[in-house]
């Protein structure tokens, strides 16, 4: 089909036009793609990047023709051509015959992804035997060499595994070979990496990297996050609301982007080379007032012997109980002797991968859970040694951000009713009235209209609702705040906003934060000292300048060498 | 979407605007609006209240099937007839007089030949007894699906809420209760309870049938409580009972309200069968469940109407509540992110 | 396993334990003093006493209840206050006849239902799907009074095709002549509200992400169903038969007393109706003592067939 000799040779995959549109109930319909074109060129990686919102999932699953039927328009003007055939409007039966074979898909979630009742072999062997018309034998054969091509140990037992006894990083393993068994010429990953840790995430992208080169496939591979396709992406396709951005080659999007959207997705996230007084955010490029090159202020930050200590944490220990055997418990220890000194007005970054019991720290210190040992002292006084009627004087001097913006407001309550609630529990505000002005007046503090005062917290989106949530935390006016993850779950552009207004509460109110959170440049970028966790100790504990410099512990050194270099 | 009116829709208003949409549960909650006035009606004495008297002859047909020939012989048969006078009665002349005066007050009437819906055995209206009996079932059923749900609800949230050996303690009664199937459970104590009545059919429902809402509601304040709201609330210092009605309640009340409507099928079929057997309300009263006790035996002799007024009032009942029900849940389903 | 098991079993102790103190509350305190019903209209005061020294109801509550112990323990519970038969021979022998009807009950039912909620989810959101599922709700909305009522005096009675009544003395002659009628009527019964769960189970599986995989992967929608969907939807379903065959066992009463089969269902309304309390108290406790012991059964099936399950 393509001529070999001449340069311009057929993209095997070519998007035009493609505008797709949800309904929503009898009346309405979302406009998910408002008609965007692109093109995936025979062996190479295309990255296609957006964020939440901006339809990157929804081109994925119109090509594989797994969008829901009954709710999914798709514009006759549309058009998607694989290897020159057009996919629309193709019987299913041929559609289907070309899934599995000629194009695969990888999803987020391995674990729900995968069949949980069957074996990891019998799920890879069944795309053989149904594509490839192998027997029993020959597909386990071949499912045991796939196996050892996507880097599983020790295959001959894995095989018979059940996806529930694999680890995150195996299932994606599993899910990977499952997707490259029968030879694909194209292969879809809709951001493969994001539900797994930092060291696994390079794993994967090394071998999704090393397999596109053996194999000489297509990969197009979506993300939100821009940095992390640096290094694999050959073309890159930014999209936002529906609709391309800008599409080009990796080189060029990376050092000479032409689009304001695609320049401030570059320049949001905190990098660990700088960090400046405010982030940068969307609106500022977009509306022209940031430019690229700009130098920008520089925060110092760092721990002195003279900073004046708020809580000293000596010791502190957290177990949980499981049930094993005939009647005995199993101790598992989360937290193990952690100690720290937080310094009033900074920030205690606490930074590990998932189980190194970060965030079990954040909710001891709180006393959503009862600790195991330690003390925690404020003040003078052990808080964790206090009774329940005694602490309930210091609830509101020590508050918490959680992760989950969509699960940390009540969803029964307006925002109203959420501000004033810690009001009239500890008494702040003389009445009703006081309250309510009191809201209102946090609400403009963190950048909410008035409006949303009557609202309920579904009509805002994640950066909105944990704005609510630092509203609620300052109706108190706490000394000490715990950020539990609090920006991992935001978009990088939202991210931006939170950070910048968690800095200016602090510069104006004094609070001393203690900020958890698996992204290593959030936490240079915040904080004053950093705190490394793995499996519940503390394995390093410097300076953040100081850490990221010259890390001691060979944990610390595997969880940066990790971090996708982002070509800046 | 963001409007400039000051309190934006909460899970109700969304919820009913939903249903409104619906034109199947418009008709069937019309349906059971129209069942619950009736109620309403029948319990206050305003209809069906004289549904004892014998207004028409044994085995009435109803008015569109027409009268047969037994029926109007039935009726000529049972006319108060003129006895012939005693010329040896001393008493003639007074007793003439006073049976003057009976026929004034009380005009001698004569038995329907058929009534709307027919008649049972002893000449009663089926109509009027089918909404007298549907006044017991439906009053058990509402009043037995609230008492459970309360009850369930109440055990559900304190045992899933403070877990520890609050929850054993409920787990344990909800094993014993479980562990007895229901039926049996109601058989055995209408057996130890000799007094039959409305009220203990709905204590014997209530006090057993609380064993579904609480796992549902238990449920739901297990996966609540670990919720990131709740949590909050903890940390912004609301109190425990605060936090179990003031804040999860309400994102719990769609689910024991769908509850309660499931129940309230439950309790009138089983209500029926109570009442079919003889365990259920007293002689004096009706409910569906006697009148197809008696439909049983009319069958044979060929009258239906019986079983088709009580079949299909209770069909007609159950399934609309049943659709509503459907439709209610459908509608209150959070995915209100 | 050995040690789970071992674990559950002790754990049922107490609910059992649970279980005779209700029963024996509600008979022994709340049920009164039953020698009156026995002693008939006419006694005298010996008389009464008389009966109430055998059956014992003049002693302290608490060796009352260790009698009750006693005779769970012992399997006997003296004899029927009414007929005089031994109650453990009355349980024995109704066995048979009910399970005569209910396992090939439960075996059609568990069968049709999955196939036919397969097939229906094939369908679903569609027209067909919706007019199933109405039909669905107003077959359910019909007393099980009324079918019985109707097929039997349609079926039997008018046509003749089954015997109005009755039970035979062998094994072939129930199952194929007295009890085709009652399991066809319990079928009728039973295949909508069987029909909506199992289908609400196969839904909650469809919606999962592994069948996008499969999908994904170009397999054709009936495998994705019949081998995908199926395996997954099979654990809630059979954990659901399981746990319901005990409540099947006095759920027949209706047809039982109906078809005038000699099984436990029917032997607890005539003891209902006649007062007679050894009986129903020794079909209670067996019968919820059957209930923990396929719970437990159902639990390691349960284990058996879902690999992300482990029990310890």
Redesign the interface.
Known sequence: MTSTMTQETVPLLQVRDLRIAFRT??KNTFEALKGISFDVPDNSTVALVGESGSGKSVSSLAV?G?LPE?TTIIHPGASIRFAGRELLGLPLRER??????DI??I?Q?PM???????TAGYQIS??LR??MGMDQRAARARTLELLDEVGIPDPQRKIDA?P??LSGGQQQRV?IA?AIACQPRLLIADEPTTALDVTIQQQIMDLIARLQRERRMAVLFITHDLGLVGEIADRVIVMRHGQVREEGAAAQVFGAPTDAYTRALLHCRPSLNARPLRLPVIDDYLSGRAAPGQALAQRVRGTTPGDEPVLVVKNLAKSFWL?????GKREFKAVKDVSFTLGRGKTLGVVGESGSGKTTVG?TL?R?HRATGGTALFEGRDLLAMSDREY?AY??RI??I???P?????????VGQILE??MR??SIGANEMERSTLARGLLGRVGLPD?A????P??FSGGQRQRI?IA?CLT?QPEILVCDESVSALDVSVQAQVLNLLQDLQDEFGMSYIFISHDLSVVKYISDQVMVMHHGSVVEMADSDELYRNPQHPYTRSLLAAIPRSVL | MTTLHQHSAGLWTLAWRRLRADRVAMAALALVAGFLLLVLLSSTGLVASDWEDEVGVNYAPPSFVGADATARALARAQLPRETPPNAFDPLADELSELKAQVRESHPPVEKRTTLLFGADKWGHDIVKKTIKGGETSIVVGLVAALLAVMLGTLFGAVSGFFGGWVDDLFNWFYSIFTAIPSILMILTVAAVLQQKGVATIVLILGLTGWTGPYRLMRAEYIKHGAREYVMAANAIGASSWSRMFGHILPNVSHVALVQMSILVVGFIKAEVILSFLGFGVPVGTVSWGSMLNEAQNELILGKWWQLAAAAGAMALLVTSFSLFADALRDALDPKIK | MFAYVLRRLWQMLPTMGGVVLLVFFLFNWVGGDPAYLLAGKMADANAIENIRRQLGTDQPYTVQLWIFVKQILTFDFGNAWSTGEPVSHIIASRLGPSLTVLIPLTILETGFGIALALGIAFLRGSLTDRAVMVACTVGMSISILVYIIVFQYVFAYQWGLFPVQGWGNSLGENLLRYALLPIIIGLAVSIAPTLRLYRSFVLDEVGQDYVRTARAKGLKESRIVWVHVLRNAAIPIITHVMANLPALLIGAFLLERFFGIPGIGREVILAVERSDFPVIKAITVYVAAATMVFNLLADLLYQAVDPRVQLK
């Open positions: 109930d009898k594989m797994l009954q289907r015959a070309l899934c599995g074979k695969a898909m999803f979630e729900s992804s995968l069949n949980p009742v069957f069944e795309v149904l594509h059940y529930s006894q899910m499952m049930r094993e055997g005939l009647f909710l709180l959503l309930q609830k509101r508050q918490i959680f992760q989950n969509y699960a940390s407001l009540n969803p029964r309550f307006t609630e810690p529990i500890h409006a005062y009557g609202r309920y579904h009509e949530a609620r108190m």
